[in-house]
Every structure is written in structure tokens, then in C-alpha cells.
């Protein structure tokens, strides 16, 4: 009973302060990341809106960690799950408006539906969003591209929350974006952006856009549970020929495989671990470094704690 009694106490979800929107405790993460694996969060906070989120950050305590998860699409979660609050943004979070011939749009909003209103609103110069899986959060925390643009190519502010709940807006010059990587400090949350466009004709906006969408389900694959590239693009070489030329298309581990229809995408064929994930992808930049040479560095976030660390978190 005494045990029982010192658990209750220590439960973290009670020292946080009341939200509108909700929190529940042990909440599973493998069903809503690509990969399909990792165990759960502490607590989930789903905020109702902003408000409600900068209500939260100003009002918990200063030792509990917040991770946030878009749609988790470039994430492993390992198996112990993630200690402390993980935030995820929902639809108070999602807003696209038109504004002069810019974009708006809140840090949950998907990059796919970010491109396709371009297009409905008649802005060209966003199709390239059409091929990066995510959200914009995530887009402005990694300078996220595809076919030739990237964020940084048409960011006109951003706005982010610090960790005590207070707003910022950070300009092209503030965000420090270089390859895959911004100076956002790791502790800020993104709100949202504008994004610049130009007037451009719908057709062949879309025409675009089907382009793209036909480009990707042709080299990636799309159909698997996978976390996207893997590693970032070395100065001077592609991440997946160096793969494809130290032998590792199609190696596994476990139910981890390197894909063979492009190598720089590792998938969870149907039973892998989060340990399975990252083994193989530490493998595989063994297996390069030994090649090339070269040393691969991870693209995929990965967070949380492993199983044998995790506790009462797996």
C-alpha cells in the first residue's frame, strides 16, 4: 500500500497545471509514428489552441522536459518511450490563410495541404512542400526541402513560444537555417509561419505539384512504415549512393530493413523494435565510414529512452 501510495504521489501528470485541452497519461506512440514503434509518452498534452498551449508552457513546472510530435513522419521513438510531456498540435494549430500573396499557416499544418492551398489560392513557389512529409513545425525546425527548395527559400517570419509561454517572431536572418537544420533552440515550440509565394496559375500549380507526387512514389517507398530519409545528404556526395556502394541495400536486423528501392529509407517490415531501427542505422554509417570514409549523420530524430532504461515508460 505504502508502495502504491508513493507512485500516486510521483505521478507527473498531477503537478501540471489545468489545460482545456487534454492530457492523459502511458499515451501510446507507436501508432501514430511512421515507423510504428516506440513506446509511450509520459503524459500527452493535446492543446486546445494557443492560448491554452502558452497557458501550459507559463504554468508547469520548470524540471518537466516537453518534447513535441507533429505527425512524427521523420521520428523514432525508442522503445522506452518519452519521459515528460509530449505536445502534439491539432486542428487549433492547422489554420492556411491567404494574405497578400502569402501564406499563413500554423505550425500543424500539413506541408501537403500547405502546397494544394497555394494552389487554390492561386501562390506559386510552395509546390515543393507537396514532397515533404510533415508538418510545418517540423519544416521550420529541420529547413525541410524537396526538388530544389527548401524553407529558408521562402520563410517571411516565423513565430515560435520560448519555454516560459512567451511569444517570438523570428525573421529569415533570426531562424539561422542551414542544411537540414535551424537555430531554433531545441526547447522553443513553433506556432506557425508566413510563407512568401508568388501569383501563379492553379493548372499548372497543380500540374506541378502531380509531378512531384508521381516523382516520389517512383524512387521512395511510400507504402511501408518508414521515417523518411534517413541521413542527411554528406557535403559533396548523396547519402544513398554511399549506402548503395558499402553493400547495404536491402540488410537487416531483426524486422529492420534498409529499403531496396532507395537506400537511404529504413523500414519496419512488421515486427522491428525501435532498437532494431537504430541498430541497423548505425550499421549502415559503420558500413560507410569503413567504405567512403565518410560519416554519415542521422536525419531522423530520435528520442526517448530505451526499453531497458524505460521503466514505468515501457
Request: net charge negative.
Amino acid at each position: 500500500m505504502t508502495a502504491m501510495a508513493a507512485m500516486q504521489k510521483d505521478r507527473l501528470i498531477d503537478r501540471l497545471p489545468a489545460v482545456r485541452g487534454r492530457l492523459s497519461e502511458q499515451a501510446p506512440l507507436s501508432q501514430v509514428t511512421w515507423f510504428r514503434v516506440g513506446g509511450p509518452a509520459e503524459v500527452m498534452f493535446r492543446p486546445a489552441d494557443r492560448e491554452d498551449l502558452l497557458a501550459f508552457l507559463a504554468g508547469k513546472p520548470e524540471d518537466v522536459p516537453v518534447t513535441v510530435l507533429g505527425v512524427a513522419s521523420n521520428v523514432l521513438i525508442r522503445d522506452g518511450g518519452l519521459p515528460g510531456v509530449v505536445v502534439r498540435l491539432g486542428r487549433g494549430f492547422a489554420d492556411i490563410e491567404a494574405e497578400a500573396g502569402d501564406l499563413i499557416c500554423g505550425a500543424a499544418a500539413l506541408d501537403i495541404n500547405v502546397a494544394t492551398s497555394a494552389k487554390l489560392f492561386g501562390i506559386a513557389g510552395l509546390e515543393f512542400l507537396s514532397g515533404v512529409p510533415g508538418t510545418i513545425g517540423g519544416a521550420l525546425r529541420m529547413n525541410a526541402g524537396a526538388y530544389g527548395k527548401e524553407i529558408k527559400d521562402v520563410l517571411v517570419w516565423a513565430e515560435a513560444a520560448d519555454p516560459q509561454g512567451g511569444v517570438h517572431r523570428l525573421g529569415l536572418d533570426e531562424m539561422g537555417f542551414q542544411y537540414r537544420r535551424s537555430a531554433l533552440p531545441a526547447d522553443w515550440i513553433a506556432l506557425g509561419a508566413r510563407l512568401a509565394g508568388e501569383p501563379g496559375d492553379p493548372e499548372l500549380i497543380e500540374a506541378r505539384i502531380r509531378e512531384i507526387q508521381r516523382q516520389r512514389a517512383d524512387s521512395q517507398p511510400l507504402k511501408t512504415r518508414t521515417g523518411g530519409s534517413t541521413f542527411k545528404n554528406p557535403q559533396g556526395h548523396k547519402a544513398w549512393q554511399l549506402i548503395d556502394a558499402a553493400g547495404c541495400r536491402g540488410l537487416k536486423i531483426g524486422g529492420a530493413m534498409v529499403s531496396e528501392k532507395h537506400c537511404n529509407f529504413l523500414i519496419n517490415t512488421g515486427t522491428a523494435t525501435a532498437a532494431e531501427l537504430e541498430a541497423l542505422g548505425e550499421e549502415v554509417r559503420r558500413r560507410v565510414k569503413d567504405d567512403s570514409g565518410v560519416e554519415l549523420e542521422w536525419e531522423i530524430r530520435r528520442l526517448g529512452v530505451p526499453a531497458t532504461e524505460g521503466g514505468d515508460h515501457g
